[in-house]
């Protein structure tokens, strides 16, 4: 059976789009007729339904198809009657169990609106309607006093270990003034990891046995992963590189990414990024991590930074495996690549002038944008040669970039009359590897992906027939 691959229009109506001072990529709105009040988290379950969930602040969740004509969003839970919202309060977080398909529980983060503490939650769907939850299955695993309304963090993440994660700021005000953050005695400003498939000592979950401060004697909360956090607002981790990304959200200058290893301490309240913010500690940096990368709000003019994902999908092939973040107040957008060890560069993509609060992935592991403008955006190339609203006035076959390639490229094309349009991959001998795209297509630019990770290096041939034009061209895989 023929594939059809994931193909972009680069022709698209100006108004889908937002402002951007870079030529290369846009914000496209991805679902044109929803939109959501303050959406923070959009999280997808691997149950194979190609579903998505946005939550929003005031504590509803909804479920709608993963599809750009979807026009109504159902309202999967609703707990604006619990949850404390404004500020940095609210359903500040989701996901999904790993094993969605024989476990269908989901986790939740929010802030009460009784008295101010932060509670981690577990809920199951109703089970004669997979859209709906059911609101009296909720199971409480954890909750923590606050001892202020800003510095919540919110992020749930499943690590490939099959633990739960879980950000917590350093409960707030500015500073942190109970130094909250380097007291392992309490789980403000810390990062947590716990087993939620077993009960323990009467929790509804247990202590996975590596954790650092299992068996301490001082005190320490055994549920501490990693410490010295000030509010780390979204994190992800990078299914190839298995690499544990964390953006925290700076004091008075700095902002800052990390890669989060097991008992590590990142700094806060001794050090904004890399730069002493606590005199009183002398500055003693011993045994703390430095982050991977850091901006100062006076460079970028940023203030809030928003951790996204490494991009790990097909449709953008020029950003694979580099580190896609944001800031909500700047509404910039950088694309980030790290070598593993001490050298990292950045690059600014977009400029959104959007309160971008939040990145999501699909099943493909194609990134959508979440802004307090309501729209759940998706990142698009527009490529080095298109032009918006261009009407190809012949057909044309591009040199696929980059090449050489590992393991993806992409393909542009240019289709002049509405037909029947066919692109094969083809190797050194004549036999057809893989086809990208094989229907009738609508006049226009086209870009095509590639992605050969299943494929030996060599040398292959793609080859476009669209009406009587048929042209082809070479292109170098090098693994």
């Known amino acids: 059976m023929l594939k059809q691959r994931i193909f972009y229009v680069v022709a698209f ?29 959009l999280q997808q379950p691997d149950d194979g ?52 398909k024989n476990n269908p529980y989901f986790y939740v983060d929010y802030t009460l609106d009784d008295t101010l503490r932060s509670r981690i939650s577990r809920f199951t769907i109703t089970s004669s309607n997979p859209d709906s939850a059911d609101k009296n299955s909720e199971t409480i695993l954890l909750e923590v006093n606050q001892p202020f309304p800003n510095h919540k963090a919110g992020q749930l993440a499943f690590g490939p270990d ?61 549920e501490i992963y990693a410490y010295g956090l000030r509010n780390p607002w979204r994190f992800s981790f990078d299914p190839v590189t298995k690499w544990l990304w964390v953006a925290d959200v700076g004091q008075d200058l700095w902002e800052e990414i990390d890669i989060m290893t097991k008992g590590g301490n990142y700094g806060w309240r001794i050090m904004e990024g890399k730069h002493c913010y606590n005199p009183s500690s002398n500055c003693d940096t011993t045994g703390l991590i430095e982050p991977i990368w850091e901006y100062g709000h006076n460079e970028q003019g940023g203030r809030a930074i928003t951790g996204g994902y490494v991009y790990r999908g097909k449709a953008l092939p020029q950003l694979y495996g580099k580190y896609i973040f944001a800031d909500f107040v700047a509404g910039k957008i950088w694309a980030l690549s790290y070598d593993g060890k001490s050298q990292a560069t950045n690059e600014l993509i977009i400029n959104s002038e959007k309160n971008i609060s939040s990145f999501g ?31 190809p006035r012949t057909y044309g076959l591009y040199d696929n970039f980059p090449n050489p390639f590992n393991p993806q490229t992409t393909i542009t094309a240019d289709i002049m009359e ?50 009587n034009f048929k042209a082809a061209k070479k292109m170098v895989l090098v693994k």
Not at 166 to 194: C, E, H, W, Y
């Open 13 to 41: 109506l100006p108004s889908f789009f937002s402002i951007c001072s870079n030529a290369q990529y846009q914000l496209s709105n991805a679902f044109p007729k929803l939109n959501f009040l303050q959406p923070l988290d």
């Open 49 to 100: 339904t190609n579903r998505l969930f946005v939550v929003t602040q005031q504590g509803k969740i909804y479920v709608f198809s993963n599809d750009s004509t979807t026009a109504k969003a159902k309202v999967f839970l609703d707990l604006s009657d619990k949850v404390k919202a404004g500020g940095e309060l609210g359903l500040l977080g989701m996901v999904f169990h790993p094993d969605f």
């Open 162 to 222: 099959g633990y739960l994660y879980v950000g917590f700021g350093d409960g707030g005000s500015g500073g942190d003034p109970f130094n909250n953050a380097q007291n392992n005695t309490v789980i403000l400003g810390k990062m947590l990891r716990i087993d939620v498939n077993k009960s323990q000592n009467g929790k509804n979950y247990s202590i996975p046995t590596d954790n650092p401060f299992v068996g301490n004697t001082k005190g320490y909360r055994e």
């Open 361 to 391: 992935i699909d099943r493909s592991n194609e990134l959508f944008v979440c802004s307090f403008d309501g729209n759940i955006y998706r990142l698009v190339s527009l490529g080095p040669t298109s032009v918006a609203g261009e009407q």
């Open 418 to 467: 509405k037909g029947n349009v066919k692109l094969l991959i083809y190797d050194l001998e004549g036999k057809v590897v893989d086809t990208l795209f094989n229907g009738i297509m609508e006049p226009g630019k086209y870009q095509f992906h590639w992605d050969a990770s299943n494929f030996p290096s060599g040398v292959y041939i793609y080859e476009l027939t669209a009406g």
